[in-house]
């Protein structure tokens, strides 16, 4: 391994020029400003540096990210070698270019054989902005152009440009100029948290049917479709209940409303499978696709159609006014390329679902089980959330669950990992390429802030 960059200039002057022109998302920035933000300058495998030569397990793959670790010399190969072929053309003027077509050859040869074409985009918040309009054009090609509003999931996370947010279900957002017209919400499907008595099979059915419940309120007839992450990632890493996917989708069958898959975090081997659909047992209509798309090495997004969808707007369609600058961009493209096929030839996504993956929940729940602070392990894959509980026969929640998991999560970044908290729950998704020694490494630190915070809360 080599050594850590030497960073050119002092922490301080490089905190004091980030606060003098940044806005950081997700924070109070005088608060950040006071503080001063760790300034990260390497990173090689799993591991990042801070400019003060901090090592840290990045137990979180940036943001759900780099499948494939820092420091990748094929995927900065690729980049270089496109640069140096086509640096950028764009796909408008009735042009295209070999890295993008070879690009969507390899992810139409690896997603399930209904769909057929993507729109590119530079980001998941971008591709659920395109997708609003793409399911709006196509009802209007069907004739029917009153199907337009969207129904999404309370706390479910779509982005956070204006229409994203709108579709996703966190209030604080919409409270700040995040909601637009003809977008509605039915629950979540968290039973540790809201299913009280019921079991989780009777709860996952419940909250499904609140989506016809919706459906037949609004009227089939102006419901253009439902959107929803198969398991919600910035709310919590949730995952429902077996029963809560089957019954969404005949519901959307039943009602001839598009069944639109988030698939940002979950899609390129998160779960173990190529898609996280695929995990769950459902059959989408649409997929938003980003952040592993190209392990996080360059931008780049798209929303994927079936062929149904497509064909409606490529043989009946016409003209459809969309486009974006960068939509395929010859760099995004090679890089995705590449990433891939590393994916796929060196078994990665196998390996995350038969070895890694059951190897990761294994040490959960030999580690946590039996935790007083923990009282439920969800995920799969190198996907894992673990639930700060107060009382474990009610599962009540503590009032200040924010506030223990936000230490949790700065203990976690003393310890030497960066893990993430959500309301009252840690949330872990490590690189696809993490060993088992990694995995080790990540579980025990995480143990380490875990206990700190227990102490905190009076259960240790």
Known sequence: MNLPFEPQRQTQDYQASDAAHHIHAFVDQKALNAEGPRVM?????????????KRYLDGMSGLWCTQLGYGRKDLTAAAAAQMDQLAYYNMFFHTTHPAVIELSELLFSLLPGHYSHVIYTNSGSEANEVLIRTVRRYWQVLGKPQKKIMIGRWNGYHGSTLAASALGGMKFMHEMGGLIPDVAHIDEPYWYAQGGDLTPAEFGRRCALQLEEKILELGAQNVAGFIAEPFQGAGGMIFPPESY???????????????????????????????????FGFEPD?????????????????????????????????????GLTYSGHPVAAAVALANLKALRDEGIVRQVKDDTG????????????????????????????????????????????????????????????????????????????????ELDELVDKTRIAVDRTARIAGKL
């Open 245 to 279: 996917w089957p019954e969404i989708q005949r519901i959307c069958r039943q009602y001839d409303v598009l069944l639109c898959a988030d698939e940002v975090i979950g899609g390129f081997g998160r779960t173990g499978e190529w898609f996280a659909h695929q995990y």
């Open 41 to 53: 300058v390497r990173g090689e495998g799993l591991y990042l540096w801070d400019s003060e030569g």
């Open 358 to 437: 059951p190897y990761l929940h294994k040490l959960l729940h030999e580690v946590f089980g039996n935790h007083p602070l923990i009282g439920e392990i969800q995920g799969t894959g190198l996907l894992a959330a673990l639930q700060f509980v107060e009382d474990k026969g009610t599962r009540k929640r503590f009032a200040n669950e924010n506030d223990l998991a936000w230490q949790c999560r700065t203990f976690g970044f003393e310890e030497g990992v960066i893990i993430r908290s959500t309301l009252g729950r840690m949330i872990m998704a490590p690189a696809l390429v993490a060993s088992r020694a």
């Open 286 to 322: 649409t997929l938003s696709i980003a952040k592993g798309l190209t392990s996080g090495y360059l931008p780049m997004g798209g929303l994927v159609l079936s062929k149904r969808m497509a064909e409606a707007l490529v043989e009946r369609g016409g003209v459809f006014a969309h």
